[in-house]
Structures are given as structure tokens and as C-alpha cells.
């Protein structure tokens, strides 16, 4: 059966039946096999009502579902588990080629998911709890506010090089002290004041986020994480700690 479902026909009943969808933001490609045999194809919404419509045309039957890791999350996966379907999430990486045949389109996509999980040759990712994977989240997002905030801190250095300007302190680490003395500074137009301050006020309001974050994990202030993983497997009480400066808003970077 190709395109769109009609008037939510029974295709099977009583059947082992393989799904494959090809998962995107605006819609999904998807494929159904049984026996051997392609019994659906077609587009639907990017919603999972609109999957278990489809879902719902096989009845008393065993149903496998496969879909690639991606942008999407995994979602779809709680879903369709909850519900009580078998679902693997596919790595793209180890999905298999066919020599010679290196075309690459959604259609094609949902069929070589549904053929291949009907053969047992799918791969599978392990998904984490969804209260792991908030955790990494948190984690990640950390990660890129402190490389944001690092990206601030060197166009800060960049500034001071450009302008001739070296600090008086016997130190350049992010203390207070540093701090305060990079606030004082005169420039020549309020323009380059303004640029300057602004960046300033950026690191301060980032470096603020991971306070946040790290009371959020229940991080002590200056912590740093190995990895993501690692950090997951591992309790509070063994992170790795670095020596802390004057001011628990201002680390070394």
C-alpha cells in the first residue's frame, strides 16, 4: 500500500511486522514489511499520533520499529516503548552499505531500515533513562557556556594585546581583584568603552550560569569535568577538583 492511509484499514492481522521511519522535523517517510513483502509506504506528519494511525492498521500483530539516531532525540522511542513496541534507535554509522549504491533519499531511507530490521541487521544504540539524559543535557549545556565564556575571555585578552594594554597585577587569573582592575580602565571614546564593558559584563553573566548549573548537579563551584560519561558514572564525592581562587565567581580559565 503506497502514499496516504485511507479510512484506517486493517493491513494485517496476526503478523510479525517491521517498520522503518525516516525521521525528520516536518515529516517522517515509513515503511511496513510482512513476510517479505512491503505492505506501506508513504509520508506522514512528524507526529506521533499520525505513526500510531498506521500503527493501529496492524492488528494482534508483533510490531518491530527502527528509526537512525539524530537530531530528533529519543522521543519517539519513549513513545513507542511505552506503548509497547519494540524499538530500536539505529547508529547511522554502522547501518549497511550495498556496494555501488551510495544514494542517499528519505524514500529510500525508510525501506532500507524496515528490510534490514526484518533481517536482523540493524545495529542499536543504548538509550539512556530519560532522567540520564537530562543529566548529560545539563552536563552538555554546561560545557558550552564554559566554552562560550572561554571565547569571551580571549576576545578580552585579544582587545587588551590590540590596544597596547599588559595588567600591573602579579597575576592574570579571573579574580576579583582582576576583574575590578579591567572595569577601571579608561579608553579613548565611550565607543570602545562601551565595546570593552560589554564583554565584561558577558563573562560575568556566563560565569553567573555555571553557578547555577554546577548548584544544580550539586558541583562544588570549581569543577572540571573529564566527560560527560565520566562524570555520569561517576558520584559527586569523586570529581575532580582545582585549586579555587579569591572569588568563587571568577576561576582560572
Same mark, same amino acid.
Given at each position: ?56 492498521c496492524f492488528r494482534d500483530c508483533r510490531v518491530k520499529v527502527a528509526y537512525e539516531a539524530? +537530531? ?43 528490510k534490514l530490521l526484518e533481517s536482523n541487521m540493524l545495529k542499536r544504540v543504548y538509550v ?39 595588567? +600591573? ?50 558541583? +562544588? ?18 570529581? +575532580? ?13
Open positions: 500500500m503506497k502514499g496516504e492511509l485511507q479510512n484506517e484499514k486493517v493491513l494485517v492481522r496476526g503478523k510479525e511486522v517491521f517498520i522503518g521511519v525516516d525521521v525528520h522535523k516536518e515529516s517522517w517517510h515509513v515503511t511496513a514489511r510482512v513476510d517479505e513483502e512491503e505492505v506501506f509506504h508513504g509520508r506522514i506528519p512528524s507526529q506521533y499520533h499520525a505513526l500510531q494511525k498506521l500503527l493501529d539524530g +537530531p530528533c532525540g529519543f522521543w519517539l522511542y519513549d513513545r513507542l516503548t511505552e506503548n509497547g513496541i519494540e524499538t530500536i534507535v539505529v547508529p547511522p554509522s554502522l547501518i549497511p552499505v550495498e556496494s555501488g549504491n551510495k544514494v542517499k533519499t528519505d524514500k529510500r531511507d525508510s525501506r532500507k531500515l524496515a539512556l533513562s530519560e532522567e540520564d539524559r537530562a543529566d548529560r543535557e545539563l552536563l552538555r549545556t554546561r560545557r558550552q557556556v564554559l566554552e562560550h565564556r572561554s571565547d569571551v575571555v580571549r576576545q578580552i585578552k585579544s582587545k587588551l594585546l590590540f590596544h597596547g594594554i599588559s595588567s +600591573p597585577l602579579a597575576t592574570e587569573r579571573w579574580t576579583k581583584g582582576y576583574i575590578r582592575w579591567l572595569r577601571e580602565l579608561t579608553w579613548g571614546s565611550k565607543v570602545l568603552k562601551v565595546s570593552f564593558e560589554s564583554l565584561i559584563e558577558l563573562y560575568e553573566y556566563l560565569t553567573e550560569h555555571l553557578i547555577k548549573i554546577n548548584q544544580e548537579v550539586d558541583l +562544588p563551584p570549581f569543577i572540571v569535568p573529564h566527560s560527560e560519561l565520566d562524570l555520569l558514572n561517576r558520584s559527586p564525592v569523586e570529581w +575532580p577538583q582545582v585549586q579555587a581562587v579569591d572569588n568563587p565567581m571568577h576561576c582560572e580559565v
